[in-house]
């Protein structure tokens, strides 16, 4: 069974405050996504990556970055939250071949 | 723009009814096409992927392609009310690298 796991399940910060999202997969997948969801708006793509150290801007990177070091962890940085970043935090991987995008739990964020 | 599109609901049936749930898109160019069910406060997880046009069954569940007329739909026989939950269209296209884009998702209510 495909795994994906994230390091929070719930998470409060402050305003300003740098919050570091893991996402961690064990199953060697190339692909792997950040998703924020929010009521009405659906899931939306901040950042993906298809290899270690490759990174690409999604629909919605603005106030987000991302870093893969390894292949299997990819993590989301909020570098100075903001009330707006209030949200579910989604991510997924999949592998070039399959397709098929596979999601952790997800993180639900409030920034106060 | 690319553009999945999916009737909010709530589409209400009762147990044991079929629930036929739609999903249209926007680009010709669209190769997969996958359906996610969403739990209140939970991830998605997939149900069904189809790459085809026909109908691909899978148990109490049938994706149906039709790439003529850029339509996707899901039936579910026998509703249960544990199938309530939201349901999202995922359409991925030859443009879209490993992306997927995400319909805004159909709320299904199966009453007991």
């Known amino acids: 069974d495909v795994k994906v796991t994230q390091s929070s399940r719930y998470l409060v910060k402050r305003t300003g405050e740098k919050v570091f999202l893991e996402c961690v997969q064990d199953m060697d997948h190339e692909n792997m996504f950040w998703y924020r969801q929010d009521p009405g708006l659906g899931l939306r793509l901040i950042y993906f990556?298809?290899?270690?150290?490759?990174?690409e801007k999604g629909d919605i990177p603005e106030g987000y970055s991302v870093s893969r070091e390894k292949k299997e962890r990819f993590s989301l940085i909020l570098e100075s939250a903001s009330t707006n970043q209030t949200s579910m935090y989604l991510c997924a991987s999949s592998t070039s071949a399959v397709q098929t995008q596979y999601f952790g739990p997800g993180t639900r964020l409030l920034v106060l | 723009q690319k553009e999945v599109e999916q009737n909010s609901g709530p589409l209400s049936v009762p147990e044991g009814a079929i629930a036929s749930l739609n999903c249209t898109y926007s680009?010709?160019?669209?190769?997969?096409f996958f359906w996610y069910r969403q739990y209140s406060g939970k991830s998605p997880e997939l149900i069904m992927s189809?790459?085809?046009?026909g109908d691909k069954e899978d148990g109490r569940f049938t994706a149906q392609l039709n790439k003529a007329s850029q339509y996707v739909s899901l039936l579910i026989r026998d509703s249960q009310p544990s199938d309530s939950a939201t349901y999202l269209c995922?359409?991925?296209?030859?443009?879209?690298?490993?992306?997927?884009?995400f319909g805004p998702g159909t709320r299904l209510s199966v009453l007991p």
């Open positions: 680009d010709r160019g669209s190769q997969s």
């Open positions: 995922a359409v991925r296209g030859d443009n879209y690298g490993q992306n997927f884009v």
């Open positions: 990556s298809y290899d270690v150290k490759m990174k």
């Open positions: 189809i790459y085809s046009n």
